[in-house]
T-cell receptor, first 114, second 115 residues
Framework: AQSVTQLDSHVSVSEGTPVLLRCNYSSSYSPSLFWYVQHPNKGLQLLLK????ATLVKGINGFEAEFKKSETSFHLTKPSAHMSDAAEYFC????????????WGAGTKLIIKP | DTGVSQNPRHKITKRGQNVTFRCDPI?????LYWYRQTLGQGPEFLTYFQNEAQLEKSRLLSDRFSAERPKGSFSTLEIQRTEQGDSAMYLC?????????????FGPGTRLTVT
């Protein structure tokens, strides 16, 4: 059975410094992996997706994530944080034996300090 | 481009009342999902439709909850005899599955408050 673990419930960085949000997954097959972002009182927005093509995936707003099968990780990074990045970020896995249902991590709240 | 829309955006109701929410998916999407999200948590899957067929329901979906998707277009989620524990954000998402990809697009949600 698949599962997703987001290792940090909160991450706090200063504006202009790098962001790292960690995600580990458990999957029986080749998974599809996603990162979604949710700004306060807003809906969920797809940030980026991995679907067995390039292992380094670029998303919106300067975010990217690298799929590392040997480490079962899909960490989200951004070189320089902006105040507008403050939000909740969810790592999500989907695979064939779950009929492609999305399995959600618990979320990481990203706090940006001025 | 009209994404997924949900109505109403907010609903306040008294305990014991029935409520109904509507979701309009992206027009070419054949799959539609309902989730519930409480504060500080990720979305919890409730149910999904492929076209008009309801294919899976979570154990979270008690018999007070019912969802429909007539004609495979918009969907409604009804909660009967609401309880305070039903207070949450109800999210709708839609997708068009190609191969192994199930990329879901979410609406803004309906926030339900049961008093």
């Amino acid at each position: 059975a698949q599962s997703v673990t987001q290792l940090d419930s909160h991450v706090s960085v200063s504006e202009g410094t790098p962001v790292l949000l960690r995600c580990n997954y458990s999957s029986s097959y080749s998974p599809s992996l996603f990162w979604y972002v949710q700004h306060p009182n807003k809906g969920l927005q797809l940030l980026l997706k991995y679907t067995s093509a390039a292992t380094l995936v670029k998303g919106i707003n300067g975010f990217e994530a690298e799929f590392k099968k040997s480490e079962t990780s899909f960490h989200l990074t951004k070189p320089s944080a902006h105040m507008s990045d403050a939000a909740e970020y969810f790592c999500v896995v989907s695979e064939v034996d779950s009929n492609y249902q999305l399995i959600w991590g618990a979320g990481t709240k990203l706090i940006i300090k001025p | 481009d009209t994404g997924v829309s949900q109505n109403p955006r907010h609903k306040i109701t008294k305990r014991g009342q029935n409520v109904t929410f509507r979701c309009d998916p992206i027009s070419e999407h054949n799959r539609l999902y309902w989730y519930r999200q409480t504060l500080g948590q990720g979305p919890e899957f409730l149910t999904y439709f492929q076209n008009e067929a309801q294919l899976e329901k979570s154990r979270l979906l008690s018999d007070r909850f019912s969802a429909e998707r007539p004609k495979g277009s918009f969907s409604t989620l009804e909660i009967q005899r609401t309880e305070q524990g039903d207070s949450a954000m109800y999210l709708c998402a839609s997708s068009f599955r190609r191969g192994g990809l199930n990329e879901q697009y979410f609406g803004p949600g309906t926030r339900l408050t049961v008093t």
